[in-house]
Each structure stands twice: as structure tokens, then as C-alpha cells.
């Protein structure tokens, strides 16, 4: 079998041991004769594997009472519609923090159901750090305040929740979610695309504070986070196979001990990064210009020459260093370094860079 070191930004690397778990399983689930991908989404092996997977998730996250958790479809991106649609509903403004791409598509969706307000934007520097929050900035009342609390294409994120001036907070986490502690109490609404540190793409995690619910009436059935409260993310046939991947990462990750056990290895990981970028090298420079604004998950890098960053991804990619590449909007180099990827395969890297630099210097 080979199994390359993956830095891809998602769909992402997976636990090994959760993808043999899911072989073994895959023709005949717990002596069921089926596939979990073959029985109804209401059987009772099926709401055993659903039940596992949120109760798994609300250990991990310490998810108080009041919040619901629903497993949806259409990704983070059907949510930058939802949430307004559902939570745009006294003042119907909202603020947007403008810290990159992803947080500006949220923007663009928000407006059409109401006023956007950017607070705060750090566009005009292609987004290379994370722009600073005040609470003045959010004086005037508003439904809610949209950060993107990882910037997955450019290597920023939040390393404290911002104070809002008591606004209600919502955070699109799908690439860093259960990658640090965080309470969840901060936020009215958290959510994320699985497929970065959740599972396989196809589900998206949605956790809500109760009295966020139902505050929009005549919603599309689809779209109306009330709906799926009440039918227990079962309104129609959820992604069954992406629950049932995303139960048994969420299984493996309280089997690492947790996230206070991941978040030691993710800074560890992020660390042997940042230090041979800024102690060790004369060819490699991160890209982030605000140091305490970087990343833990996404480890953006460039040697500044365009031909030589490619030369190096593709130099990396033929020694089993996989999806180095930056996003295609920002450039150079990016290492996403989720829960799944080992401190080892960090070491890798860092050794090939090492490698890399001699060579080329
Ligand atoms: C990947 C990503 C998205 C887009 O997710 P989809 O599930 O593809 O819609 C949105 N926000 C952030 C922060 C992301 O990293």
C-alpha cells in the first residue's frame, strides 16, 4: 500500500486507521449484511451511527444544552446563504469581516437578504493578515457579526474570539474546527464543511444556538435551519456515508485524547513550520506579514520566484509530498496541517525543504 504525506486544503487526509475501519466495514456494517451506504437513513443502525457522531462532537466541544447540531448538505457555501436567510430577520443587517475570499462570498450572499456592513477588511493587502477588530466597530445594532475564523487560502486565523460590543457572533470554522480549544458559548452559530478536518466532503456541521432558531418564517423547507431542528437533520436522506466517516474521525479524535491532546500536536506541528521559516531559512519566507495572526492549520510560503515555487511543489509531489500548491488566487506554497496530518509528516517537509534550499542556493 502507499500512502503519500497529503497537505491538501480539502478534501483533505483522513486518519489511516478510520479509512481501514471503514473497509472492513464497508460490504457488511457490524453483521448487517449491508453497506452503511445501502440501508435507510432510519433504520436503527443508521441512528445508532448518527447519534455516535453528534454525541461524539458534543463531548469533544463541550456543546452546551441549548445548542442544536444539525448535519446538513451543500457545503459551507450553501450555508454563506442560509444563515442570512435565517438569521436576517429584526434589524436585517449584518456585519461581514472582509479577511479573505471566503469571507467576501459570505458577504456577496448576505446581501442579498439584507444590508452588509464590512466592518473590517484586509483586501487591499491580498488578505496577508487578519484585519484588527475593535468593538466600536460594531456600534450600530445588527442581527449578527460573520467571521471566518480560519482563512484557509491565505494562513490566517483568529487566536481569540473578538469582542463584538455584545453582537451576536457567528463563524464559519470549516478549517479549523476541532483543531484548538474553543467555547462554543462565544458564538450563536458555528459551521463547517466536513471536509477539511470533519470527514469526506458532502456533510456540513452546523452548530446553532436555540433561540436562533425559527426567527424567519415561510422559508424554503431546505433552506430553514427550524425545519431540520425539527426533524433531526433527517427532513430527507442526509448524507449517510459522509455521518458515518465523520463518527469514526470524531471516535479517533477522543481516542487522541481529545482536543486539548490535538491542539498540543497541532501547535507543535505549526511551530516546526514557522521556525524553519523564520529561524532557518534564506529561501523560504511565510507569506502572512502579521506573525500573531498565522495560521495552525493552513501554512502558507513562498521563495518569492514563481518558476522555483512550482519547481519546488513538483519536486515534493515526486517525493510523496502531496498538494503543496497554493490556492491559485494567492500563490506559493501552502501546507494544510488538519488533525490528520501527523507531526511527521511535518518533519517531512521540513526536512525536504532543508533539502530543497541546498540544493537551490
Ligand atoms: C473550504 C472553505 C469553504 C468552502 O466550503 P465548501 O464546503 O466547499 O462550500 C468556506 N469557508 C472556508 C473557511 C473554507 O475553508
Given at each position: 500500500?502507499?500512502?503519500?504525506?497529503?497537505?491538501?486544503?480539502?478534501?483533505?487526509?483522513?486518519?489511516?486507521?478510520?479509512?481501514?475501519?471503514?473497509?472492513?466495514?464497508?460490504?457488511?456494517?457490524?453483521?448487517?449484511?449491508?453497506?452503511?451506504?445501502?440501508?435507510?437513513?432510519?433504520?436503527?443502525?443508521?441512528?445508532?451511527?448518527?447519534?455516535?457522531?453528534?454525541?461524539?462532537?458534543?463531548?469533544?466541544?463541550?456543546?452546551?444544552?441549548?445548542?442544536?447540531?444539525?448535519?446538513?448538505?451543500?457545503?459551507?457555501?450553501?450555508?454563506?446563504?442560509?444563515?442570512?436567510?435565517?438569521?436576517?430577520?429584526?434589524?436585517?443587517?449584518?456585519?461581514?469581516?472582509?479577511?479573505?475570499?471566503?469571507?467576501?462570498?459570505?458577504?456577496?450572499?448576505?446581501?442579498?437578504?439584507?444590508?452588509?456592513?464590512?466592518?473590517?477588511?484586509?483586501?487591499?493587502?491580498?488578505?496577508?493578515?487578519?484585519?484588527?477588530?475593535?468593538?466600536?466597530?460594531?456600534?450600530?445594532?445588527?442581527?449578527?457579526?460573520?467571521?471566518?475564523?480560519?482563512?484557509?487560502?491565505?494562513?490566517?486565523?483568529?487566536?481569540?474570539?473578538?469582542?463584538?460590543?455584545?453582537?451576536?457572533?457567528?463563524?464559519?470554522?470549516?478549517?479549523?474546527?476541532?483543531?484548538?480549544?474553543?467555547?462554543?458559548?462565544?458564538?450563536?452559530?458555528?459551521?463547517?464543511?466536513?471536509?477539511?478536518?470533519?470527514?469526506?466532503?458532502?456533510?456540513?456541521?452546523?452548530?446553532?444556538?436555540?433561540?436562533?432558531?425559527?426567527?424567519?418564517?415561510?422559508?424554503?423547507?431546505?433552506?430553514?435551519?427550524?425545519?431540520?431542528?425539527?426533524?433531526?437533520?433527517?427532513?430527507?436522506?442526509?448524507?449517510?456515508?459522509?455521518?458515518?466517516?465523520?463518527?469514526?474521525?470524531?471516535?479517533?479524535?477522543?481516542?487522541?485524547?481529545?482536543?486539548?491532546?490535538?491542539?498540543?500536536?497541532?501547535?507543535?506541528?505549526?511551530?516546526?513550520l514557522?521556525?524553519y521559516l523564520d529561524?532557518q531559512s534564506h529561501l523560504f519566507h511565510g507569506?502572512?506579514?502579521?506573525?500573531?495572526?498565522?495560521?495552525?492549520?493552513?501554512?502558507?510560503f513562498t521563495t518569492k520566484?514563481?518558476?522555483l515555487d512550482?519547481?519546488f511543489?513538483?519536486?515534493?509531489?515526486?517525493?510523496?509530498?502531496?498538494?503543496?500548491?497554493?490556492?491559485?488566487?494567492?500563490?506559493g506554497m501552502?501546507?494544510?496541517?488538519?488533525?490528520?496530518?501527523?507531526?511527521?509528516?511535518?518533519?517531512?517537509?521540513?526536512?525536504?525543504m532543508a533539502?530543497f534550499e541546498?540544493?537551490?542556493?
Amino acid at each position: 500500500m502507499k500512502r503519500v504525506y497529503n497537505f491538501a486544503a480539502g478534501p483533505a487526509a483522513l486518519p489511516l486507521s478510520v479509512l481501514e475501519k471503514a473497509k472492513e466495514e464497508l460490504t457488511d456494517l457490524g453483521g448487517t449484511g449491508m453497506s452503511v451506504m445501502e440501508m435507510s437513513h432510519r433504520s436503527s443502525t443508521f441512528k445508532a451511527i448518527a447519534n455516535n457522531a453528534e454525541n461524539c462532537l458534543r463531548r469533544l466541544l463541550s456543546i452546551p444544552e441549548n445548542y442544536k447540531i444539525l448535519f446538513l448538505q451543500g457545503g459551507a457555501s450553501m450555508q454563506f446563504d442560509m444563515l442570512p436567510m435565517n438569521l436576517m430577520h429584526n434589524t436585517k443587517k449584518a456585519y461581514y469581516v472582509n479577511s479573505g475570499s471566503f469571507a467576501k462570498k459570505a458577504a456577496k450572499e448576505a446581501q442579498l437578504f439584507g444590508e452588509v456592513i464590512i466592518p473590517a477588511s484586509s483586501e487591499e493587502a491580498n488578505y496577508t493578515y487578519l484585519p484588527k477588530l475593535t468593538p466600536d466597530m460594531f456600534a450600530t445594532p445588527a442581527d449578527y457579526v460573520h467571521i471566518t475564523y480560519n482563512n484557509t487560502i491565505y494562513g490566517t486565523e483568529f487566536h481569540s474570539v473578538p469582542d463584538v460590543n455584545d453582537q451576536i457572533l457567528v463563524a464559519d470554522m470549516t478549517s479549523c474546527i476541532l483543531s484548538e480549544p474553543i467555547d462554543v458559548s462565544d458564538f450563536g452559530v458555528i459551521y463547517a464543511g466536513a471536509q477539511k478536518n470533519i470527514g469526506p466532503a458532502g456533510l456540513t456541521v452546523v452548530i446553532i444556538r436555540e433561540d436562533l432558531i425559527g426567527l424567519v418564517p415561510n422559508l424554503p423547507s431546505m433552506l430553514d435551519y427550524a425545519v431540520h431542528v425539527k426533524n433531526e437533520s433527517m427532513y430527507n436522506t442526509p448524507p449517510t456515508f459522509a455521518i458515518y466517516m465523520a463518527g469514526l474521525v470524531l471516535q479517533w479524535l477522543e481516542e487522541q485524547g481529545g482536543i486539548p491532546a490535538i491542539y498540543e500536536i497541532n501547535k507543535r506541528k505549526a511551530a516546526m513550520l514557522y521556525d524553519y521559516l523564520d529561524h532557518q531559512s534564506h529561501l523560504f519566507h511565510g507569506i502572512v506579514t502579521n506573525k500573531e495572526d498565522r495560521s495552525l492549520m493552513s501554512v502558507t510560503f513562498t521563495t518569492k520566484d514563481k518558476d522555483l515555487d512550482s519547481r519546488f511543489c513538483k519536486e515534493a509531489e515526486a517525493a510523496g509530498l502531496c498538494n503543496l500548491k497554493g490556492h491559485r488566487i494567492a500563490g506559493g506554497m501552502r501546507a494544510s496541517i488538519y488533525n490528520a496530518v501527523s507531526e511527521e509528516a511535518v518533519q517531512a517537509l521540513v526536512r525536504f525543504m532543508a533539502d530543497f534550499e541546498q540544493k537551490n542556493s
